[in-house]
């Protein structure tokens, strides 16, 4: 494991079984201002995650023992920490598979260092300015069906009082769709509005990640209610939403 000197602009943790890629992307990133950390493996990211405060996880998707797809999946199990995964260029059924398992963002090997830092620097924005946007909407609950959805908190809670754990970009996502309720969305207005950046379009992304939400929140995710397929149009959310209520103390 290595670790750079402290830099302002984030800590960023590195896992990839290839020294070459962790040593080029700790030089790289440490002169753009981040605190990088590196790990060979899955081993460790326990003990870094409960030594130092991550801000973002760069994991290879293809790592000895446990996959960066099983990690990534666990991690989602008890953390909203935002994940690029790194895969090998031309495997979409592995960028698929990345998104379904929660990561933020993808990028392919071999890939332009600049390229990577302006994913990094993407989803540090949308993650750290949520929350900023969210408060700025006094406190905010959206409510639509048996849901709750806390814009302030960043929590979706059902009516019987369980707490749903989304990612970032899942959150983000429901959240464009919430309030924008009866309105087609197109894919690209999708990755926009939860972006806030003009990026080059990956189809798939939106899908998966509407996906993940259908088996979130809809009681039948094959047949969904909520989230709604518009053929050639991209994706309606259905549902009656009830707008600025407040948090119950």
């Not at 790289?28 to 130092?52: H, K, N, P, S, Y």
């Given at each position: 494991?290595?670790?750079?000197?402290?830099?302002?602009?984030?800590?960023?943790?590195?896992?990839?079984?290839?020294?070459?890629?962790?040593?080029l992307?700790?030089?790289?990133?440490?002169?753009?201002?981040?605190r990088?950390?590196?790990?060979?493996?899955?081993?460790?990211?326990?003990?870094?995650?409960?030594?130092?405060?991550?801000?973002?996880?760069?994991?290879?998707?293809m790592?000895?023992?446990?996959?960066?797809?099983?990690?990534?999946?666990?991690?989602?199990?008890?953390s909203?920490?935002?994940?690029?995964?790194?895969?090998?260029?031309?495997?979409?059924?592995?960028?698929?598979?990345?998104?379904?398992?929660?990561?933020?963002?993808?990028?392919?090997?071999?890939?332009?260092?600049?390229?990577?830092?302006?994913?990094?620097?993407?989803?540090?924005?949308?993650?750290?300015?949520?929350?900023?946007?969210?408060?700025?909407?006094?406190?905010?609950?959206?409510?639509?069906?048996?849901?709750?959805?806390?814009?302030?908190?960043?929590?979706?809670?059902?009516?019987?009082?369980?707490?749903?754990?989304?990612?970032?970009?899942?959150?983000?996502?429901?959240?464009?769709?919430?309030?924008?309720?009866?309105?087609?969305?197109?894919?690209?207005?999708?990755?926009?509005?939860?972006?806030?950046?003009?990026?080059?379009?990956?189809?798939?992304?939106?899908?998966?990640?509407v996906?993940?939400?259908?088996?979130?929140?809809?009681?039948?995710?094959?047949?969904?209610?909520?989230?709604?397929?518009?053929?050639?149009?991209?994706?309606?959310?259905?549902?009656?939403?009830?707008?600025?209520?407040?948090?119950?103390?």
């Amino acid at each position: 494991m290595g670790t750079s000197a402290n830099a302002p602009s984030g800590h960023l943790l590195v896992v990839d079984d290839d020294q070459e890629i962790c040593a080029l992307l700790k030089r790289f990133l440490t002169r753009q201002g981040f605190r990088v950390t590196t790990a060979a493996d899955g081993t460790e990211i326990e003990q870094i995650l409960a030594d130092w405060k991550i801000d973002l996880l760069i994991l290879d998707l293809m790592l000895p023992g446990k996959d960066g797809l099983s990690i990534c999946r666990e991690l989602r199990e008890k953390s909203n920490l935002p994940v690029v995964m790194l895969t090998v260029m031309g495997e979409e059924n592995d960028r698929i598979k990345g998104f379904d398992g929660g990561a933020d963002d993808y990028i392919a090997k071999p890939f332009n260092p600049h390229e990577l830092l302006a994913r990094i620097r993407a989803v540090l924005r949308r993650t750290r300015l949520a929350p900023q946007a969210a408060n700025a909407g006094d406190g905010r609950v959206l409510r639509f069906g048996t849901w709750r959805l806390n814009l302030s908190l960043r929590r979706l809670q059902s009516e019987n009082g369980t707490l749903v754990d989304l990612s970032a970009s899942e959150f983000d996502l429901l959240a464009t769709f919430a309030e924008r309720p009866q309105q087609v969305l197109s894919r690209d207005q999708l990755l926009d509005l939860t972006r806030g950046q003009v990026e080059q379009p990956f189809d798939r992304k939106i899908d998966m990640q509407v996906s993940r939400l259908r088996h979130k929140i809809e009681e039948d995710p094959k047949h969904p209610d909520l989230i709604q397929t518009v053929r050639g149009g991209g994706y309606v959310f259905t549902a009656k939403v009830e707008h600025n209520e407040k948090p119950a103390a």
